[in-house]
C-alpha cells in the first residue's frame, strides 16, 4: 500500500472549478501561467542585475575597497536572507487562508520601492538598509509555483512547473547583458532606478490582469494553527522531510557559488570591460538553464523528478569543484556552462515533486513555506564564504564541492524513499 506522504490521488487530472482555484485569470491555466510566467520574468531580470552587479556598485560607487568587496558581498547576501527567514514561514498560510493575489503584488511593490532605494545609495551602510528591505520580497515564488500546480492537469504538472521555472534562468541570462548596457548607458545607479520601473511595471500588470474569484474564507483554524499543521507535514512525512533538507543542501551550494562566480570574473579578468564580461558569462549560464527547466518537467513527468534531481546534484557538484580550479575568465566561463543544465533541473524538479507527493489541501501552504530552507542556506552560505574567502576563492568553490557530495547523498536517500514507499504499510515511517 502507498504511503500516504507518496500518494498522487490528491492531484487534480483537470484544472478545479472557480471556487478552488487558488490564482486565477480569464478562465484557463495556461493564461494564468502566462501571466505570472511574464510577472516572473520581469522580476528576475531585476534581482539578477542586484546579484550580478552589487561587487561593481560597492568598489565603483560606494568606495568599499577592492580588498573588502568579498567580504560585504557575503555579508549583504546573508542581510537579505536574516529579514526573508522570519517572515518567510507566513507568507505561503497567509496567502492559502487570504488572499495569494495580494501575497504576489507584495513581493512586486517592495521589490519596486528597494531598487529605488539602491540607486539613491551613497554608502554601503544604506545599501545595507536597502538589502534588509529587500528580504520582505522573499517567498511569493512558492506560491506562484503552487498556484500553478493546482490548475495544471496531472500530467502536465512538471511542464507547467518548468515553464514557470524557466524564467528564473532566462531572466539571470537576459538581465545581465541587459544590464550591462544600462551601465554603458545610464551608468549603475541608472540600471537600479530602471529595475525600480522595471518591478514596478509587473505589479500594475498583475494587479490589473489577475483575477483570484471570491472563494469562502476557511475559519476552522487560525493562520498560527495552519501554520503548525503545514509544519507538521513537513516534519512527520518522510519524503517531504528529506526533500527541504535536501532544498536546504542544494540552496547552500548555490549560495557559495553564485554570488562569488562574478568575484572571481572581475580577480582574473584584465581587460577594461569587466561587467560585459561578467554580464555575458551570467547569459549563457542562464540562457542553457532556461531551456533545460521545461525539458527537466517533461522528464520528470515520464521518469520521475526524484531522478531528474539526482542528475541535477551531480551536474552541480561537478560545477563546484571546476570552479576550484578555474584561472582565466574563460575556464570561468566553460565551468558555469556546464553546472547550467542542472542548475534548471534542480528547482523545476524540486517543486514537481513537491507538488506530487504534498498533499493537495496544503499544497500552497507547504510551497509557501518551501522557501525557508532555502532562506536558511542563502543566510549561512554567504557568512561561509565571506568567512574563507580571505584563504582564497578557491575555498568557497571548495566549500559548494563539499556541500554538492552531502547533497547528492540525500537524493539517493530520496530515491529509496521513494521507490520503497509504494509496497510499505502506511503507518511505516
Known sequence: MMRPELSVSHLPTEPLTASHQPVTSRGSWQFTAGLLSISTFMEVIAMGHLEAFTPLFLEHN??????????????????????AMPFAPFWGVLADRYNRKLIILRSLLIGSVAYAVAALSTDVWQFLGMKLLFGLTFASHGIVVGAIAFLAPDKRIGLAIGLIQMMMPLGRSIGPVFGS????????????AAD????????????LLLREPPKSRDSTQSVLGRLGTVTRLILWQKAIRLLFI????????NSLINPFVPVAIDRVYEGENVAFVIGLTLAGYGGLAA???????????????????????????LMAFGLTLATTPLQIALVVMVGAVPFGAQTTSGYSLLARIAPREHMVGIMGLSPMARNAAMLIGPLIGAAVAGIGLWAVF??????????????????????????????VG
Open 62 to 83: 560606494l568606495g568599499v575597497p577592492d580588498s573588502d568587496v568579498p567580504r560585504w558581498t557575503g555579508l549583504l547576501a546573508a542581510a537579505t536572507m536574516a529579514v
Open 196 to 207: 525600480a520601473l522595471l518591478t514596478g511595471a509587473a505589479f500594475t500588470m498583475l494587479l
Open 291 to 317: 531551456v533545460s527547466a521545461p525539458i527537466a518537467g517533461r522528464l520528470g513527468d515520464r521518469f520521475g523528478p526524484e531522478r531528474v534531481l539526482l542528475f541535477a546534484m551531480i551536474g552541480l557538484g
Open 246 to 253: 535536501l532544498n536546504f543542501a542544494v540552496a547552500l551550494m
Open 398 to 427: 571548495a566549500a559548494a564541492t563539499v556541500t554538492s557530495t552531502v547533497a547528492v547523498g540525500l537524493n539517493l536517500m530520496l530515491v529509496r524513499t521513494l521507490a520503497a514507499g509504494s509496497s510499505q504499510d502506511p503507518t
Open 181 to 192: 548596457w544600462l551601465i554603458a548607458q545610464f551608468g549603475l545607479r541608472g540600471m537600479f
